[in-house]
């Protein structure tokens, strides 16, 4: 399975940016998927998590202001971020396969200003 990550960009706080993630192979639908994020010199965080099924999780900081989907037949998991923070900015990665997240989508920026 191959991860392919985009719609980073630069935002002023308060906008959006819709992240899209697109998978191939058909594991993925039966798969949980999520974002991750991480911002420079700060630890890795895991921000939104959906299963095969639809459910989702997410962290605390992103709590009403993100939004995690999926498209099982189209292969796609999306994160639609609302009331974007500077806090927000951070290098977002899309993955699949917990808890080892064996596959790996490539990098998105996302830079929030203010």
């Known amino acids: 399975v191959q991860l392919q990550a985009s719609g980073g960009g630069l935002v002023q706080a308060g906008g959006y940016l819709r992240l899209s993630c697109a998978a191939s192979g058909s594991i993925f639908s039966i798969n949980t998927a999520g974002w991750y994020r991480q911002a420079p010199g700060k630890q890795r965080e895991l921000v939104a998590t959906i299963t095969s099924g639809g459910s989702t999780n997410y962290a605390d900081s992103v709590k009403g202001r993100f939004t995690i989907s999926r498209d099982n037949a189209k292969n796609t998991v999306d994160l639609q971020m609302d009331s974007l923070k500077p806090e927000d900015t951070a290098t977002y990665y899309c993955?699949?396969?917990?808890?080892?997240?064996?596959?790996w989508g490539q990098g998105t920026q996302v830079t929030v200003y203010s």
């Open positions: 993955a699949a396969d917990p808890p080892t997240w064996d596959y």
